[in-house]
């Protein structure tokens, strides 16, 4: 399985962001996917996950309201648009899957490179 993540920049606080992840080598449609961040120095958490179908979704309190994940199965991509960003949104945001909406990142199986989001005040 491969995870190919992009979209990640430069951009001013209150700007907007999408990242965009492709997947390949498994059913992409039978599987949760998700975003993770990690900022420097600090452990990896968990950002957004996705059902399979796309129907239900669960984001990070410190999100919520502001970021929208999503997926397109007939193209084998997952989506995160990012709205009002903020400074401590910094990191670098990483793409999953797995089998369970988790909150973990030991719950996923396979991850992407990663894409570097940097917002600046």
């Known amino acids: 399985v491969q995870l190919q993540a992009s979209g990640g920049g430069l951009v001013q606080a209150g700007g907007s962001l999408r990242l965009s992840c492709v997947a390949s080598?498994?059913?992409?449609?039978?599987?949760?996917m998700g975003w993770f961040r990690q900022a420097p120095g600090k452990e990896r958490e968990f950002v957004a996950t996705?059902?399979?179908?796309?129907?239900?979704?669960n984001y990070a309190n410190a999100v919520k309201g502001r970021f929208t994940i999503s997926r397109d199965n007939a193209n084998n991509m997952v989506y995160l648009q990012m709205n009002s960003l903020k400074p401590e949104d910094t990191a670098v945001y990483y793409c999953?899957?797995?089998?369970?909406?988790?909150?973990?990142?030991?719950?996923?199986?396979?991850w992407g490179q990663g894409t570097l989001v940097t917002v600046s005040s």
């Open positions: 999953t899957t797995g089998n369970y909406m988790a909150t973990m990142s030991g719950e996923y199986d396979y």
């Open positions: 080598g498994r059913t992409f449609s039978r599987y949760v």
């Open positions: 996705i059902s399979p179908s796309g129907g239900t979704t």
